[in-house]
């Protein structure tokens, strides 16, 4: 399953493991039991370090678009659709576990709250972002117009994340740390730290591993293009 691995990364995924494991045995046997919300509220890990993710995957789909459109260097689309993918699944995991932690908390699966909507507005923007590169064919004129989504799509993450201090929304200003009492407590804060270590180790081999499958795939389209075929036969 790991052949074609190097040593390094073999030891990086070894680590992931360790560090995901340890974040699944902090959040169901370490971390407290919420006094209202009850077993429910442990989605809160996943969903809280999974939305970070998903920011930073857009902002470095944004970063790479500018920086293809700079200096036309493939390797620099090959990352943005990489954290693009990664966004989207993400994203994904952000709107299901909010549904089910809605569904306990608020009685709802979905609501028509700033936050929840700014957070499907990303997920479209960058599902579309995927979906256009199959619309063109033109090679570079896909990629730039891609970069260009993704550049765009980035100024949706500042919008939600502030969405709570702008508008009124069922989700809390901050839960995590808040001056004097009512944050979270030692065992709840240290359990959310491990698990976004965790997640985040995880999304960079991730990436890692996309980016290794976009590199491929782009050689299998050059390999594809008629012109080249034809110089290949002579």
Not at 74 to 91: E, H, K, Y
Request: hydrophobic share 55%; glycine share 8%; proline share 3%.
């Amino acid at each position: 399953m790991f052949n074609g691995f190097s040593w390094a990364l073999k030891l990086y995924i070894a680590f992931v493991l360790i560090a995901i494991s340890a974040s699944i045995f902090m959040t169901f046997s370490y971390a407290p039991e919420h006094l209202i919300q009850g077993q429910m509220q442990r989605i809160f890990y996943i969903h809280v370090t999974t939305a970070v993710v998903c920011y930073v995957s857009f902002v470095i789909v944004a970063i790479s678009g500018a920086m293809y459109l700079r200096s036309r260097k493939s390797v620099w689309d090959q990352i943005s659709r990489s954290a693009a993918v990664l966004g989207v699944v993400f994203t994904t995991i952000v709107l299901l576990t909010g549904c089910m932690w809605g569904a306990r908390v608020w009685g709802a699966c979905w609501t028509w709250d700033p936050r929840l909507t700014t957070t499907l507005v990303l997920w479209f923007v960058y599902v579309g972002y995927l979906m256009v590169r199959g619309y063109i064919d033109e090679h570079d004129q896909k990629r730039r117009v891609a970069a260009i989504v993704g550049i765009l799509g980035a100024v949706i993450v500042p919008v939600n994340y502030l969405s709570v201090f702008w508008w009124r929304t069922l989700h809390p200003r901050s839960t995590i740390v808040v001056e004097g009492s009512g944050g979270l407590g030692p065992e709840m804060l240290q359990t959310l730290l491990v698990t976004f270590i965790g997640f985040m180790l995880l999304f960079v081999l991730l990436l890692r591993l996309q980016f290794r499958l976009e590199v491929v795939s782009d050689e299998a389209e050059t390999l594809r293009r008629p012109g080249l075929l034809i110089k290949r036969t002579l």
